[in-house]
């Protein structure tokens, strides 16, 4: 079944500790690729995205994703965690048959301790 | 430049009611989206719209309907509540197709409680 999965629900880090999110999809070609963020209470902003090209992708608040094909997977990686990272993150696809359909998975809550 | 706004920011109904959720924004976008969300299932999609007058369904379409009559706005309608759509709802804009090389812009949400 096509899916995109989030194994780790909840992630906690210390801050200036290094943070890797993890994210693999299930779909018959290479979709396009996002990572979003969601403070509490708000919606969702945009980190990054991977079309094409490069498989390292450099986004927004210092935060880099890498695409591998061969195993399916778009993890988002920070070097240094500040407090302020403290948030929930989403992975999502667009699908390559409809741009407009975007599926996304269920979000890893990361925690960040002082 | 207000970007995407969405009223009301909580609802709570009772089985059976109707209500719409709106949701406007003020950048010219085409398309248009409507994301449901609940606990440990992420956003899904209900419906979108890439113009006025053009909508299509998403992922979970069933008890909701949509209308795209302006290039601003896109209400979602619940016709008859059920406990089953308690959730929080997204809008989301964007110049281009959700899933493009452009940014889709999302709104604060709205929780909605059906009893």
């Known amino acids: 079944a096509q899916s995109v999965t989030q194994p780790d629900i909840h992630i906690t880090v210390s801050e200036g500790a290094s943070l890797e999110l993890r994210c693999n999809y299930s779909?018959?070609?290479?979709?396009?690729l996002f990572w979003y963020v969601q403070s509490p209470g708000q919606g969702l902003q945009l980190l990054l995205k991977?079309?094409?090209?490069?498989?390292l992708v450099q986004g927004i608040k210092g935060f880099e994703a890498e695409f591998k094909r061969s195993q399916s997977s778009f993890n988002l990686r920070k070097p240094s965690v500040h407090w302020s990272d403290a948030a929930e993150y989403f992975c999502?696809?667009?699908?390559?048959?409809?741009?407009?359909?975007?599926?996304f998975g269920a979000g890893t809550r990361l925690t960040v301790k002082p | 430049n207000a970007g995407v706004t969405q009223t009301p920011k909580f609802q709570v109904l009772k089985t059976g009611q109707s209500m719409t959720l709106q949701c406007a924004q003020d950048?010219?976008?085409?398309?248009m989206s409507w994301y449901r969300q609940d606990p440990g299932m992420g956003l899904r999609l209900i419906h979108y719209?890439?113009?006025?007058?053009?909508?299509d369904q998403g992922e979970v379409p069933n008890g909701y309907n949509v209308s795209r009559s302006t290039t601003e706005d896109f209400p979602l309608r619940l016709l008859s509540a059920a406990p089953s759509q308690t959730s929080v709802y997204f809008c989301?804009?964007?110049?281009?197709?959700?899933?493009?090389?452009?940014?889709?812009?999302f709104g604060p949400g709205t929780r909605l409680t059906v009893l």
């Open positions: 999502a696809v667009a699908l390559y048959y409809n741009n407009n359909d975007m599926r």
């Open positions: 779909y018959g070609a290479t979709p396009y």
């Open positions: 719209s890439v113009g006025a007058g053009i909508t």
């Open positions: 991977y079309f094409s090209g490069d498989t």
């Open positions: 989301a804009s964007s110049s281009e197709q959700a899933g493009s090389t452009d940014t889709q812009y």
């Open positions: 950048m010219n976008h085409e398309y």
